[in-house]
């Protein structure tokens, strides 16, 4: 019963490194999203997919790329990490964009 | 403008009592979702509730129910009963159902503790 899985759950970088989180689910959804949460505030939407092979930009995709190569699977890179993108960040997947958006536990990322 | 508003940053509650947490949104389209969701401490997010604009009743799932009213634009959610597992911060948000709008838009929340 696994349904949205994110890879890792922490991380620590440096400034200027590089890194990909994974996000994947297991429940066939067509819809996929990548949000961060920053103390105070709601989720904020990086980029998302409506379907395989597409991806789009949402409110805050300044400093990320995203890929959905896979139906199941959307990953979100970060070129040069920044001390801005220390966030919490939650993948979220839906099988439309009217239906509910599960989420997977969030990874806690700090840029040091 | 803030497109939803969620005035109590947050609350308390002795267990058992019903409480409502407050939510206005902002609008244009005529179409559109509200949903709440629960992040407990452990950080998960929870889908609690879903209301879309033209439904005539007002949604409820178990001792949770959202008290829609669109011509004030609010779309309160009450828990009925409130259990020590109720804690936790809960957000509302909106989906705009024009193309284009696939994002949720979320407020800033309230963090809701219940008091044994």
């Known amino acids: 019963n696994a349904g949205v899985t994110q890879t890792p759950k922490f991380r620590v970088l440096k400034t200027g490194q590089s890194m990909t989180l994974l996000c994947a689910q297991d429940?066939?959804?067509?819809?996929m999203y990548w949000y961060r949460q920053d103390p105070g505030m709601g989720l904020r939407l990086i980029h998302y997919?409506?379907?395989?092979?597409?991806?789009a930009k949402g409110e805050v995709p300044d400093g990320y790329n995203v890929s959905r190569l896979k139906k199941q699977n959307f990953l979100l890179g970060l070129e040069s990490a920044a001390p801005s993108q220390t966030s919490v960040y939650f993948c979220a997947s839906s099988y439309g964009p009217y239906q509910p958006q599960h989420f997977g536990d969030g990874t806690r990322l700090s840029i040091l | 403008a803030q497109k939803i508003t969620q005035t109590q940053p947050g609350m308390f509650v002795q267990e058992k009592e019903a409480v409502t947490l407050d939510c206005t949104y902002d609008t244009s389209d005529p179409s559109y979702g509200l949903f709440w969701y629960k992040q407990p401490s452990s950080g998960e997010m929870i889908f609690l509730i879903y209301q879309g604009s033209y439904d005539q009743q007002n949604a409820t799932e178990g001792r949770y129910s959202l008290n829609f009213q669109k011509a004030r634009k609010s779309a309160n959610l009450v828990i009925s009963a409130s259990q020590l597992g109720d804690s936790a911060m809960y957000f509302c948000a909106m989906r705009e159902l024009g193309f284009g709008n696939e994002k949720l838009t979320f407020g800033t929340g309230t963090r809701l503790t219940i008091i044994p």
């Open positions: 429940m066939n959804h067509e819809y």
């Open positions: 997919s409506v379907g395989e092979g597409t991806t």
